[in-house]
C-alpha cells in the first residue's frame, strides 16, 4: 500500500516541485504515472524511497509513515520496494546471474537462498538462458529484463519503473510490458513513470497525471491524455 496524504515538496532553491498531493495505491494495483518534463514524476518517486525529504505531509508504504523512518530503517523500505530505470544500471563486469545475485548479497541473504531463488527470478523474465552472458553482450529489452529480474529477486511488494521502456524501441518495450505485467499479475503493486502513450492508453490501466506539481488527472481504466 502506497499514501501520501497532503506532500508538498519545496527544493532548497525555492522551487516547489510538488503541492498538496494525494495519493493512495491499493495492493496490487498497477497505476501508471504521466506528465509533462518537470511536471514532478520523478521528485514523487525520490520521495517514495526516501531520497528526498518532503516538506509537509505524510507518506505511508505499507502502512509505515517514511517521513518519520529512522536512518537505520531505510534499508528495509528500500527492500520493500524494487526500482527499474530508463538506462537499466547494470554492472558491465558481472553477468547476468551475478548482477541479481548482487541484489541479494547486499542484503547478506543466505547463499542457498540465492543459488535457488537467482534461477526463479531469471526464468520469470525470461532470461534463463543468458544467466551467463555480461550485460553488453546483450540487446536493450534483455538488459532491462535483468534489470527487472534483479529489482524482484527480494520479493519487493512494490515495485517502481521509472521510464523502463524510454531507451527501447516499440516491439521491445511491449515485451518489457508484458513481464512488468506478469510481476503484477503475481501480486505486486505496479508504479510506472512513462511517456509511453501508446502504451498507456492500451492497457486501460489506473492513470495518474501530474502537472506542474498536482494532480491534474486520476482515472481508473484512463488514457495518457494530451
Ligand atoms: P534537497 O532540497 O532535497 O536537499 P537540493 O536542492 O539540495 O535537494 O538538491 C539536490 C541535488 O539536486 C543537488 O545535487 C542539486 O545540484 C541537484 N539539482 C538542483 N537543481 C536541480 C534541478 N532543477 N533538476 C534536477 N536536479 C537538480
Ligand atoms: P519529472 O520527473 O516529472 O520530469 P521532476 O520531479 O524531475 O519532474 O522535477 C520537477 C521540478 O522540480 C522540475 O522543475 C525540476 O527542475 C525541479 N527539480 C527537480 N529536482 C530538483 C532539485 N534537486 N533541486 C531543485 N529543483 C529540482
Redesign the pocket.
Known sequence: MIELVNVSKT???G?RALSNINIKIDNGEFVFLVGPSGAGKSTLIKLLLKE??ADQGKILINDKDVTRLKRKEIPFLRRSIGVVFQDFRLLQEKTVYENVAFAMEVIEAPAKDIRRQVPIVLSLVGLSKKSNLYPSQLSGGEQQRVSLARAMVNGPSILIADEPTGNLDPDTSWEIMKSINEINRRGTTILMATHAKEIVNAMKKRVIAIEEGTIARDDMKGGYGI
Do not use: P
Open positions: 527544493f532548497s532553491d522551487h528526498t525529504e
